[in-house]
Structures are given as C-alpha cells and as structure tokens.
Nanobody
Framework: VQLVESGGGLVEPGGSLTLSCVGS????????MSWYRQAPVKELELAAG????????????NYSDSVLGRFTVSRDDAKRTVYLQMNDLKVEDTAVYYC????????????WGQGTQVTVSS
C-alpha cells in the first residue's frame, strides 16, 4: 500500500487549497478513504472521510465538526485519488494532512504517506 499526498502550502486566512492523495497497491474503489490531520503538539484527528464506491452506502460522507461546511471530500476511482477541497481556511487548520484507508474511528492497518503541510497564516 502506498499513499502520496500533495497540494499543501501556505495560504492566508479565508483562502482555499485542494489536497490530493493517490493510492496504490490496493483495490482503491473498495475502500473508504479519509483525511486526517496533525497539528504541532496535538494528536492525529479525523478531518473528513468518504465511503467506498461499492457497498451498502456508497460514497457516504463524514466530516468533523471543525471542518463541516468548509471542507469537501471527494474521490475519483479511475484516478485512484481522493481530494480534500478546503475553503475559508483558518489559522487552526494549520497541520500536516494525511490520507488513509479508513472511515469514522476505524483506520486500516498499514503504512502512512508522508503527508502534506498546510499552513494558514497572515
């Protein structure tokens, strides 16, 4: 399993960024995918998730309260990519963002990617 995140950067408060994560080494469409983030001296937290394309509830969405209404998660199985569109960014969104196979509180065991740094600052 390999996960490669990209799209981070420095942005002013109120700005927008779109993160991308390409997965390989597994059947991408069969797995729910989520974005997680870790700010300095804080624990890893779930930001947003999207269900697998197949299954009982295909494409089910899940957002943390802190990003609901500002972030949008989506996936393109043909490109083996999950996206995180982030709008109205706040200083407290500053973190390293990771994607992984997971939904809600469950994360599939396995390696993580290198993450992508998002810094929101004026």
């Amino acid at each position: 399993v390999q996960l490669v995140e990209s799209g981070g950067g420095l942005v002013e408060p109120g700005g927008s960024l779109t993160l991308s994560c390409v997965g390989s080494g597994f059947t991408f469409s069969s797995f729910p995918m989520s974005w997680y983030r870790q700010a300095p001296v804080k624990e890893l937290e779930l930001a947003a998730g999207i269900g697998s394309t197949i299954g009982v509830t295909p494409g089910k969405l899940n957002y943390s309260d802190s990003v609901l209404g500002r972030f949008t998660v989506s996936r393109d199985d043909a490109k083996r990519t999950v996206y995180l569109q982030m709008n109205d960014l706040k200083v407290e969104d500053t973190a390293v963002y990771y994607c992984n196979r997971g939904f809600g509180t469950y994360i599939w065991p396995g390696s993580w990617g290198q993450g992508t740094q998002v810094t929101v600052s004026s």
